[in-house]
């Protein structure tokens, strides 16, 4: 069965480098989103991305965080310079679009990001 | 804004034995979806199952149902002849129907579950 995948599963990184999460969505879908989930904390929605744009993003989205769907099947989160209150758990998701009030969002395993 | 709750971090069940984790939510929509979400140690977060909410009938999916209270706002899980497998958290999670396409989901704070063989 398919599945969405995500790389590396964890990156460490130092205060104010930059970081890029990767993720390959289903080969199908047509929408992406990024999630956060601070240890102990609700999964929390950051963006969500369709024919190549930003569709919606959220408070935490901020100058920060870009997104990008490079060449058809990455799809990307870069945080510009970290900060300590940036780790977390970082979950992509995909789904197909096709039926958009009924189709489920299926979601990568995460990428734990650690900002020392 | 919608907000889920889930007021058991914690849950611990006998193998074969039934349990049940609690959820809340809040919104001024009629039409959403709910959904339960299972993240195993191996960090894959999985559906488990959906309910629509104009539905009265609970979803059911295998060892797996639902009770869905519309106006009481709440919705939970029921797991029945546990496995050592169904060990894991479970995320309550809530989208509106129609959002622009664009469906963002809403999470509670999860329940891990035990079970205990």
């Known amino acids: 069965e398919p599945e969405v995948t995500q790389t590396p599963s964890h990156q460490v990184t130092q205060m104010g480098q930059e970081v890029i999460l990767r993720c390959v969505p289903i080969?199908?879908?047509?929408?992406f989103y990024w999630y956060r989930q601070i240890l102990g904390q609700k999964v929390e929605f950051l963006v969500s991305?369709?024919?190549?744009?930003?569709?919606?993003k959220s408070e935490i989205f901020d100058d920060q965080f870009s997104v990008e769907r490079p060449d058809g099947s990455n799809f990307t989160l870069k945080i510009r310079s970290t900060k300590l209150e940036d780790s977390a758990m970082y979950f992509c998701?995909?789904?197909?679009?096709?039926?958009?009030?009924?189709?489920?969002?299926?979601f990568g395993p995460g990428t734990r990001l650690t900002v020392l | 804004a919608q907000t889920v709750t889930q007021s058991q971090p914690e849950m611990s069940v006998q193998e074969a034995e039934t349990v049940t984790l609690s959820c809340t939510y809040d919104?001024?929509?009629?039409?959403?979806?709910l959904f339960w979400y299972k993240q195993p140690p191996s960090r894959q977060m999985i559906l488990v199952i959906r309910?629509?909410?104009?539905?009265?009938q609970n979803a059911t999916e295998n060892r797996f149902s639902v009770n869905f209270q519309k106006a009481a706002k709440s919705f939970s899980l029921k797991i029945s002849d546990s496995q050592l497998g169904d060990a894991a958290m479970y995320f309550c999670?809530?989208?509106?129907?129609?959002?622009?396409?664009?469906?963002?989901?809403?999470f509670g704070t999860g329940t891990k579950l035990q079970v205990i063989p």
């Open positions: 919104t001024s929509e009629s039409d959403y979806y």
């Open positions: 999670a809530y989208r509106r129907t129609n959002s622009g396409g664009y469906q963002k989901v809403t």
């Open positions: 080969s199908n879908h047509l929408y």
């Open positions: 991305f369709y024919n190549n744009e930003i569709s919606e």
């Open positions: 309910q629509e909410a104009y539905k009265q």
């Open positions: 998701a995909s789904r197909t679009g096709f039926f958009p009030s009924t189709d489920t969002q299926y």
